[in-house]
C-alpha cells in the first residue's frame, strides 16, 4: 500500500511508518504542503493520504475533490485541532477526523487501521493456500513455496484486493520506493514467476489476466 503523508515533520514520518509496516506492506511518501501534495498525486496512486490541517479550507477542498476524481477509493484521513468543525471536514469528502492524540505515531497508525481493516492481513489462508506476510513464507497443503522479494509482494497485495484488477501502473506504485523508474515488463516478469512457480505446486493459476486492465487475483 502506498501512503502520502502531507504536512508532517520527516521524523514523525519515519515513526509513523515503522508503526504502521506492523499491519501492511507499505511505502510512505512525504509532502511539504498541500501545493508538494500535489506534484505527488498527479504522478503516483495512493490508497492513503493522511493530512494535516494548514487551515486553509479552499486549498483543502480543491485538494480532496482532485484526489478523489483521480481515484474514488483513495481514503483521506485529516489531524486537526479544530474540533468543532468536523462536519465541515466530512461533508468535504474526507473519511476521518483526528482530534486528538496527533502527536503520537501508534495512536495515529491505529486509526489507519481501522480505516483500511480491509486491506490488512497478516495471512492469507484460502482452503490449503496459507500466505504469511508477516513472515513471508507460503505455504501449500503444508509445502513450503519459495517465493522472496517483489515477486511475494506482489502476490502478497493481490491476494489482499482478491477479485480486484489492478493495472501494472497501480502495481508498481503500490510497490516501488521510485515507480516512475520502473517499467511494465518488471511487473510482467514478476507475475510470470509467481504463476510458473505456484503452478507447479498447486495445478492452477491464482492470478489471472483480465485483458486491456491487468491482474486479479483469484482462487
Not at 38 to 61: A, C, M, P, Q, W
Not at 161 to 170: A, G, I, L, N, Y
Not at 175 to 181: A, G
Request: proline share 1%; hydrophobic share 40%.
Amino acid at each position: 500500500m502506498r501512503i502520502l503523508t502531507v504536512g508532517f515533520d520527516d521524523d514523525y514520518v519515519k515513526e509513523l511508518e515503522k508503526e504502521l509496516e506492523k499491519y501492511f506492506i507499505c511505502i510512505v511518501d512525504n509532502a511539504k504542503d498541500m501545493y508538494d501534495a500535489t506534484n505527488f498525486t498527479d504522478f503516483r496512486h495512493y490508497e492513503l493520504v493522511i493530512i494535516v490541517d494548514e487551515g486553509v479550507k479552499f486549498s483543502l477542498e480543491r485538494y480532496v475533490n482532485e484526489v478523489k476524481k483521480k481515484k474514488s477509493e483513495t481514503k483521506i484521513i485529516i489531524l486537526t485541532d479544530k474540533v468543532r468543525q468536523q462536519k465541515e471536514f466530512f461533508d468535504l469528502g474526507i473519511d476521518d477526523v483526528i482530534t486528538h492524540h496527533t502527536e503520537h505515531p501508534d495512536l495515529v497508525a491505529a486509526r489507519v487501521l481501522a480505516n483500511m481493516r480491509h486491506l490488512f492481513g497478516t495471512q492469507v489462508n484460502i482452503d490449503k493456500l496459507v500466505i504469511d506476510i508477516a513472515n513471508k513464507k507460503i505455504e501449500f497443503d503444508e509445502k513450503i513455496v519459495s517465493l522472496n522479494g517483489k515477486t511475494f509482494d506482489i502476490l502478497a497485495y493481490l491476494a489482499l484486493r482478491k477479485q480486484r484488477v489492478f493495472s501494472k501502473d497501480e502495481i508498481i506504485n503500490a510497490l516501488w520506493e521510485e515507480p516512475e523508474y520502473v517499467s511494465d515488463n518488471t511487473v510482467e516478469v514478476a507475475i510470470n514467476q509467481i504463476r510458473k512457480r505456484l503452478k507447479s505446486i498447486l495445478g492452477f493459476q491464482v492470478i489471472h489476466t483480465v485483458r486491456r486492465r491487468g491482474y486479479k487475483f483469484s482462487y
